[in-house]
């Protein structure tokens, strides 16, 4: 049996998704990183069970279509106004269906994973791990060379409770 | 010698002494003990080998994808769901984790001799067990160097209220603080048996299978004879051929959720009805504090310290900071500002979370097609300890000087002073409002004495099937209330010395 991986059919929908969840100022989010972003989209969709899977992609089907249901008009998501597309995800957010805020949960969950795991992301928020790794390398290097560790607790205060 | 799927090019069909299913807290040790007493050993991983070099701190997706179970996104069906992550690689969670280690509680034990008839496990008799597993992880308290200012604004907050805490014991050879530790830490610094027990056990001629997954434990006569599973192609997630391995001993080391799995996979039924019962997660309430100082939690050790005041009552707290990517997902906002709002608290907050002992269960429910559902049900006592722990945390945060603090409760996810910690037990909240996720998972093939309340006896043998044990979390009788890691190592250490002291009755 084929197994069933994230369809680029889909792409469309969570581009409109990801512009209502995490716009920038300036709404250029995914410029630039598009692909990367849905390359690793991908990624963790294929790690899911099967089941989540096949759940997932019904559900994001289900909300790409019928908008309709939720009072707005015949178009579907990705082809939604922002400004309506954004009711309609809050509709989605903080509406009386436990099943449609338990599934617009997972689906905002990865869209903010997958962005803010983006290095590009990350320069704006201010995260620099790359150079802070080489600087502990560099720490943990003098100190392997100076020989003793100086630990920051006498062992013997460290009793279990 | 490691055997990964990539190489093979026919079905593998091997004998050996002990075959170890597993190669995390439990399983990692149990091939480590069992081979270096001249067993033949093999240990079969569903998960790949990564080596410390191969960690890429600028990459978490990568680092979920091919470290963690379904990259990290498993969930324990409830009100609420709760998300749960669990290691898949070689040295399975341990390679992802904290490197918190504590011991036993002296009170759990107490508890396990009381209800469980584990007499053996007295903290005496556990003693040479935990001081073993403690000098091969290097179990010892964090570097001055890698302090980092999360953990003394956390503690700063408690002094000022009198709280008890504890400076963290933990597994490392001088970690000088990347705080990459849920990615796999990247210097060598964590001693995870990645690079302690792994190596050991290759050293004594152990043979290491990865991405293998084990379908079912070949059974004869009420006694396990090896196992069965497939190699599997770690991106398409093709079969790339079978794997038969015979033993005389069995040993199932897959986690609480997994191992219990597997064993109802292969037909195992338990005469006390506990098999992937009494599932226990520790559940973790997350709470994130904004300061006008500058914090870079990223810079520096993970939980240096861990609230202790509470922990009779079952609560624990620790800060740890996480990659942006995982660190988002505690707001429960989004939209317009998000950027900005990560922008403007990303380097000025504290990330915390309580952990609380449970008494809530869940359950691993064995579906067709290899498919495993997870359930757990929160209690009304846990939730209101969770509440509590909440609260606590924001008290600590605001003591310490925060300015604004994130709660997770859909309802009230925000207050902005010491006096709005109250809200929590005004406002009207219910279980399903909070977010809660564990590292934790415990239970499911309790150990105990008695056949009808137990699955295993205690030296890990299943009442039911002879040669076959289980050596990892799922062994708890109950929560332990405290990070688990050393506790699943010392069990094991113990149960390998108990095997080969008796050697002589399975080699048959
Ligand atoms: C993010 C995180 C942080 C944590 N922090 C801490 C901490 O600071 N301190 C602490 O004490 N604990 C911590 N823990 C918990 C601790 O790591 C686990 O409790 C412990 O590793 C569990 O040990 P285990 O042997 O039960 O399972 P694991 O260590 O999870 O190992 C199970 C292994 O079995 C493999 N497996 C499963 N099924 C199969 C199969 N069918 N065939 C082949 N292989 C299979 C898995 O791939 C996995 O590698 C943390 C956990 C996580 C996830």
Redesign the interface.
Same mark, same amino acid.
């Given at each position: 049996m084929k197994?069933l991986t994230f369809p680029k059919s889909l792409e469309p929908v969570f581009s409109a998704l990801a512009k &209502? !969840?995490?716009? /920038?100022?300036d709404d250029l989010?995914l410029e630039g990183f598009e692909a990367h972003f849905f390359f +690793?989209f991908g990624?963790?969709f +294929?790690? !899911? $069970? $099967? *089941?989540?899977r096949w759940g997932f992609i019904w559900g994001i089907r289900f909300f790409d279509w019928f908008p309709v249901l939720f009072g707005f008009g015949l178009n579907r998501f990705s082809h939604l106004s922002f400004e309506s597309a954004?009711k309609y &995800?809050d509709a989605w /957010?903080n509406g009386r269906l @436990?099943v449609c805020r #338990?599934f617009f949960k997972t689906l905002? /969950?990865?869209v *903010? !994973?997958?962005?803010?795991?983006e290095?590009k &992301?990350?320069e704006? *928020? @201010?995260?620099a791990? #790359?150079n802070? !790794?080489k600087e502990? *390398?560099e720490?943990?290097k003098k100190?392997?060379s100076g020989g003793e %560790?100086? &630990?920051?607790?006498?062992?013997e %205060? %460290?009793t +279990? /409770? | 010698m490691i055997i990964d799927s990539g190489q093979v090019t026919k079905n593998i069909d091997e004998t050996c002494d002990v075959v170890v299913v597993g190669s995390g807290a439990g399983g990692s040790v149990m091939a480590k003990e069992l081979a270096e007493r001249g067993l033949s050993v093999i240990l079969i991983e569903e998960g790949g080998y990564h080596t410390v070099e191969s960690f890429n701190n600028t990459d978490t997706i990568n680092s979920l994808v091919n470290l963690y179970r379904n990259a990290g996104g498993t969930f324990l069906a409830g009100k609420p769901n709760v998300m749960y992550a669990e290691g898949c690689c070689v040295g399975g969670s341990t390679t992802i984790n904290g490197g918190m280690c504590w011991r036993t509680p002296d009170k759990i034990l107490k508890r396990w001799q009381w209800e469980f008839g584990l007499t053996d496990l007295t903290p005496k008799k556990m003693e040479p067990f935990h001081h073993r597993v403690e000098e091969i992880i290097s179990v010892k308290p964090v570097l001055q160097e890698s302090m980092n200012n999360d953990s003394m604004i956390l503690k700063r907050g408690a002094d000022k209220l009198g709280y008890q805490t504890r400076a963290n014991l933990r597994n490392h050879n001088t970690c000088v603080g990347a705080n990459q530790c849920i990615t796999g830490c990247p210097t060598g610094g964590k001693q995870p048996p990645l690079v302690t027990y792994i190596p050991a056990f290759l050293k004594a001629g152990g043979k290491l299978i990865t991405h293998c997954r084990v379908k079912k434990i070949r059974l004869k006569n009420r006694r396990a004879t090896g196992v069965k599973g497939v190699m599997i192609d770690p991106v398409t997630k093709a079969v790339r051929a079978k794997v038969k391995i015979r033993s005389k001993i069995t040993i199932v080391c897959c986690g609480a959720v997994q191992t219990p799995a597997l064993l109802m996979r292969s037909g195992i039924r338990s005469a006390s009805g506990a098999l992937g019962n009494n599932l226990f997660i520790h559940p973790n309430t997350k709470v994130l504090g904004v300061f006008d100082e500058p914090i870079y939690g990223w810079k520096g050790v993970n939980q240096a310290y861990q609230i202790t005041e509470f922990i009779d009552e079952g609560i624990i707290m620790g800060v740890n900071f996480i990659p942006p990517g995982i660190f988002a997902l505690a707001f429960p906002f989004y939209g317009g500002g998000f950027l900005n709002t990560m922008k403007e608290i990303f380097n000025h907050s504290v990330c915390g979370a309580a952990l609380i002992e449970d008494t809530s269960r869940g359950r691993v429910i064995n579906l067709p097609f290899d498919q495993v559902v997870t359930t757990y049900q929160l209690n009304a006592r846990d939730f209101e300890l969770a509440k509590r722990a909440t609260a606590l945390l924001a008290e600590i945060y605001f003591a310490a000087g925060a300015k604004r603090v994130y709660l997770p409760f859909r309802n009230l996810h925000e207050i902005n002073s010491i006096d709005e910690v109250r809200k929590i037990y005004t406002t009207q909240l219910k279980p399903i409002d909070l977010e809660l996720m564990s590292v934790h998972i415990m239970g499911t093939c309790r150990m105990g004495i008695n056949s009808q309340q137990s699955v295993v006896n205690p030296s890990g043998e299943l009442h039911d099937v002879k040669g076959l044990f289980v050596a990892d979390a799922s062994l708890f009788p109950s929560s332990i209330g405290v990070n688990p890691q050393q506790t699943i190592m010392a069990l094991a250490t113990r149960s390998a010395f108990l095997i080969s002291e008796n050697i002589s009755r399975y080699m048959i």
């Open positions: 197994r &209502v !969840l995490v716009p /920038a100022q989010i +690793n990624r963790i +294929n790690e !899911l $069970p $099967p *089941i989540f954004k &995800v /957010a @436990g #338990e905002k /969950a990865m *903010i !994973l997958v962005y803010f795991s290095p &992301v990350w704006v *928020i @201010g995260y791990p #790359e802070h !790794l502990r *390398i720490m943990r100190i392997l %560790e100086k &630990v920051h607790w006498p062992h %205060e %460290e +279990n /409770a | -």
